[in-house]
């Protein structure tokens, strides 16, 4: 199993252009989370699907789209990046609401 | 809410020391509780978890036990190496009717040979 698995790993955006970062699980979870971690901040939720069909907005949400495509995938768009949005960005999936399962990152920096 | 409140660190230690970041919890529910650990460059990963009082999650040498009495999980180890640099963050599951995880900020312990 790869677990938790994200693309890309780095990326450099300029103000005002788009991307979609991707994340993809094959541990069969139903939930799934898009954090971003910054430093002295720890990580903070910007969306949530519960499960396959849903989603919902976290603790920090502005700025951000997502869309579980199906029950293993669950992308992170940035529709206008801005130099606030240069963070870590972590996938992270459970079962059962218990023990949560997170993927390598992606260290995006936006200019 | 819920909420978990760690040491603020970074934590110093030379080698083979002893260890302990505390860590205290909020929770409306009964939620399992959990330490992970963030390496240099990597996402976090379950380091121990307990699911229930006076459990105790051990792992790596890692110990911490669930106190319902204090709202407590701390986390010791007996002697730790210049490999266990690394920050970690204590949290509870999600609980009742909520999806959402709660974390703490995350204490860094750099040990030194």
């Known amino acids: 199993n790869a677990g938790v698995t994200q693309t890309p790993k780095f990326q450099v955006l300029k103000t005002g252009q788009s991307m979609t970062l991707q994340c993809a699980q094959d541990m069969n979870h139903n939930s799934m989370y898009w954090y971003r971690q910054d430093p002295g901040m720890g990580l903070r939720l910007i969306y949530y699907s519960a499960s396959e069909g849903t989603t919902d907005k976290g603790e920090v949400p502005n700025g951000y789209n997502v869309s579980r495509l199906n029950k293993r995938e669950f992308s992170l768009r940035l529709e206008s990046a801005a130099p606030s949005q240069t963070s870590v960005y972590f996938c992270?999936?459970?079962?059962?609401?218990?023990?949560?399962?997170f993927g390598p990152g992606t260290r995006l920096t936006v200019t | 809410g819920d909420s978990v409140t760690q040491m603020e660190g970074p934590v110093t230690l030379s080698e083979e020391a002893f260890l302990t970041i505390n860590c205290t919890y909020t929770a409306t529910g009964y939620p399992s509780l959990f330490w992970y650990v963030q390496y240099p460059g990597e996402g976090l990963q379950l380091l121990l978890k307990?699911?229930?009082?006076?459990d105790k999650g051990s792992n790596k040498g890692f110990e911490a036990t669930y106190r319902k009495e204090t709202t407590s999980f701390h986390l010791e180890k007996g002697s730790v190496q210049v490999s266990d640099s690394a920050v970690y963050f204590c949290?509870?599951?999600?609980?009742?009717?909520?999806?959402?995880?709660?974390f703490g900020r995350g204490t860094s312990l750099i040990v030194h040979p």
């Open positions: 992270a999936s459970t079962d059962n609401k218990y023990e949560q399962y």
């Open positions: 949290a509870l599951s999600a609980s009742g009717g909520s999806y959402i995880p709660t």
């Open positions: 307990a699911t229930k009082a006076d």
